[in-house]
C-alpha cells in the first residue's frame, strides 16, 4: 500500500479487480446519473466497492466467479467505490434509498429499478462461493423480466 500526505492507500488494485471483468467505474454523481439513464433498459449489476476486507476476500471475487460461471449475466456492469468516491456512492444509493447503506454490496436493477440487493451482511462471513451463489440466483430469478 502506498501512503502519502494527504492520500490513502493505493486503491488502483481494487478497482482493477473488477474493471478487469468489464465492470464500468462510475466515479462522479454525472457517471451515475448518465449510467442510470442508458442502462435503464434491461439487467445492470451495480458492486459497491469497499477497502474492508470482505470486499477484497469475498466481493470482488464472488462477483468474479458468478460472471465467470453464471449462463445468464447483466446486460450491464457498473460499480462505485465507497469510501473513495464518496459523491458518486451517494448519488447511487439514491437509486435504491429504501436498502440501507451498506458496503461491499451488489444492487440489482430491471429495467432501471432495483429489484434485489445483496448487502454486507450476505458477503462478510461468508465465502466467495457462497457470494457467488447468491450472485447467480439474482440473476438466474431475473432472467427474462426486462420488458421487451
Same mark, same amino acid.
Given at each position: 500500500?502506498?501512503?502519502?500526505?494527504?492520500?490513502?492507500?493505493?486503491?488502483?488494485?481494487?478497482?482493477?479487480?473488477?474493471?478487469d471483468l468489464g465492470i464500468e467505474?462510475?466515479?462522479?454523481?454525472?457517471?451515475?446519473?448518465?449510467?442510470?439513464?442508458?442502462?435503464?433498459?434491461?439487467?445492470?449489476?451495480?458492486?459497491?466497492?469497499?477497502?474492508?476486507?470482505?470486499?477484497?476476500?469475498?466481493?470482488? !471475487?464472488?462477483?468474479? %466467479?458468478?460472471?465467470?460461471?453464471? =449462463?445468464?449475466?447483466?446486460?450491464? #456492469?457498473?460499480? /462505485? +467505490?465507497?469510501?473513495?468516491?464518496?459523491?458518486?456512492?451517494?448519488?447511487?444509493?439514491?437509486?435504491?434509498?429504501?436498502?440501507?447503506?451498506?458496503?461491499?454490496?451488489?444492487?440489482?436493477?430491471?429495467?432501471?429499478?432495483?429489484?434485489?440487493?445483496? !448487502?454486507?451482511?450476505? %458477503?462478510?462471513?461468508?465465502?466467495? =462461493?457462497?457470494?457467488?451463489?447468491? #450472485?447467480?440466483? /439474482? +440473476?438466474?430469478?431475473?432472467?427474462?423480466?426486462?420488458?421487451?
Amino acid at each position: 500500500m502506498q501512503f502519502g500526505f494527504g492520500v490513502g492507500p493505493d486503491t488502483s488494485w481494487m478497482r482493477k479487480e473488477l474493471t478487469d471483468l468489464g465492470i464500468e467505474e462510475l466515479k462522479t454523481p454525472e457517471d451515475v446519473d448518465r449510467a442510470m439513464k442508458e442502462y435503464n433498459n434491461g439487467t445492470m449489476l451495480m458492486v459497491i466497492n469497499s477497502v474492508c476486507g470482505c470486499a477484497a476476500g469475498n466481493a470482488r !471475487p464472488g462477483a468474479a %466467479i458468478a460472471l465467470e460461471q453464471s =449462463e445468464i449475466k447483466p446486460d450491464h #456492469l457498473v460499480t /462505485v +467505490f465507497a469510501g473513495q468516491d464518496k459523491e458518486a456512492t451517494a448519488r447511487a444509493r439514491e437509486y435504491f434509498s429504501e436498502y440501507p447503506p451498506s458496503s461491499p454490496s451488489f444492487a440489482y436493477f430491471v429495467d432501471g429499478e432495483i429489484k434485489a440487493m445483496v !448487502p454486507r451482511h450476505r %458477503i462478510e462471513g461468508r465465502t466467495r =462461493e457462497e457470494v457467488a451463489q447468491d #450472485l447467480k440466483m /439474482v +440473476f438466474d430469478a431475473f432472467k427474462g423480466k426486462e420488458s421487451a
